[in-house]
């Protein structure tokens, strides 16, 4: 018996192999396709850069909002600023408007905490709201093509916009409001000359929200409203209504804000774990 | 053969139709592309073939390393550093600071549309022929 069943086999798997193999070697040799190793390298999406030596880095980053400090003025700056350096439009028809930072009234930001005998200077603190970047984030467990994240390394919920189909889900998912999605071409409401060329703007169809100023973070500043807020205090002489810091850093300011004053945050009882909090 | 009269009318005015493209552009020359290269910046982050084959792939590449990995910082192929951003690096005023003389060029020649410009802004370039009046 010259071949059996089982050698056969072999014989044609190898084969298969060798056929694979010759056209690959072609390509990368005219230069003109991949090398294997390039086609590996893209189909896993290996990163291809470093982390820069100046980024600011933390394993999970927070803020701490003291609303005790904070005035319409200051909540205000913070609101312009952001949406001024992230490109967000201004749109007046509130069923078409895109926010990432804005300031609300207790009753609205804390609805399970709020009673009809609230302590009367709390209802009238401006509140400031953004993305809690939770650390159970429910946006990031419904979207269905991960446009929406968890970073693994510092724990900010990001969206990849290159990724975002416009589905909706993670603003059903977020409990907390945060998200916008955008009904028209947010282009129509920027000025041209209002554009901050450094950051893109957003296409129709596509969901947006704070992102703990991450372009910012890379280039070794804080978020931008915690910098305007501190500029802010700095000239009244009273101590910065925002601290952003590493929750998870037991010397962080943050944390030493943490330890010696009260705070809330907002909607606890639905265990997303935000990682920003209210020094009330 | 019966219809025959009708039914190599349709063909003929079948195949007038399908062919229209190829008769109506006879003779008419497409405008080459001709990309300009930077005047100030000689070197581009991987070398001149790599990047005229594989500049989509490597952009793919860079937009996921900064957005999904916070890796923002990428070695090009002569050691030097560079941010990953195409609005901040690749089309920076040093570099290809005009995109209707560099992208648009060979991309309107081959008919792509890349989808970046939808987000990403484009450097500022003169108007020459559209004045805008001025919206209060």
């Not at chain 1, 979207?143 to 970073?151: D, E, L, S, Y």
């Not at chain 1, 060329?197 to 929200?209: A, D, I, L, Q, S």
Request: charged share 25%; net charge positive; hydrophobic share 35%.
């Amino acid at each position: 018996m010259g071949v059996n069943r089982r050698k056969f086999m072999k014989i044609a798997g190898v084969s298969v192999l060798g056929l694979g193999a010759v056209p690959a070697q072609v390509l990368a040799e005219d230069g003109l396709g991949f090398t294997i190793s390039e086609t590996l390298l893209h189909f896993f999406h290996k990163p291809a850069g470093t982390v820069a030596r100046e980024a600011l880095t933390a394993k999970r980053w927070g803020m701490a909002v003291n609303v005790r400090l904070l005035d319409d003025e200051m909540a205000n700056a913070c609101m312009e600023v952001c949406h001024r350096i992230h490109n967000v439009p201004k749109i007046d028809n509130p069923k078409h408007e895109v926010k990432w930072i804005w300031p609300d009234e207790f009753k609205h930001a804390f609805t399970s905490q709020e009673h009809e005998h609230i302590e009367e200077g709390l209802k009238k603190l401006p509140f400031l709201l953004m993305c809690n970047h939770c650390v159970n984030a429910p946006c990031c467990r419904v979207c269905p093509t991960q446009a929406t994240f968890k970073r693994e390394s510092d724990g900010i919920v990001l969206m990849d916009m290159h990724r975002c189909i416009g589905c909706r889900f993670c603003m059903a998912a977020c409990p907390y409001g945060s998200r916008s999605f955008n009904w028209v071409d947010p282009r129509k409401y920027l000025k041209e000359e209002d554009e901050n060329p450094e950051y893109p703007t957003r296409m129709k169809g596509v969901v947006e929200k704070c992102n703990f100023c991450a372009e910012r973070l890379a280039k070794g500043k804080i978020p931008a409203c915690v910098e305007i807020c501190q500029e802010m205090a700095k000239k009244k002489g009273t101590e910065p209504p925002l601290v952003f810091g590493d929750v998870d850093d037991p010397d962080s300011e943050l944390r030493q804000l943490l330890r010696s004053s009260y705070t809330l945050r907002r909607k606890p009882e639905l265990g997303t774990s935000p990682n920003v909090f209210y020094v009330v | 053969m019966y219809d025959g009269g009708k039914i190599i009318t349709g063909v003929v005015i079948g195949l007038a139709l399908l062919t229209f493209p190829f008769w109506y552009n006879l003779g008419r020359a497409v405008t080459k592309a001709d990309p300009k290269l930077p005047t100030k910046e000689k070197q581009c982050v991987e070398p001149k073939a790599y990047m005229k084959t594989k500049h989509m792939q490597l952009l793919d590449l860079w937009r996921d390393s900064t957005v999904r990995a916070a890796k923002r910082s990428y070695i090009g192929f002569n050691g030097v550093k560079y941010d990953m951003s195409l609005q901040n690096t690749c089309m920076s005023p040093d570099c290809h600071s005009k995109k209707t003389e560099f992208c648009d060029q060979c991309h309107n020649y081959t008919a792509v549309v890349p989808y970046c410009w939808d987000c990403h802004i484009p450097p500022k370039e003169e108007k020459p022929k559209e004045v805008k009046p001025k919206e209060e």
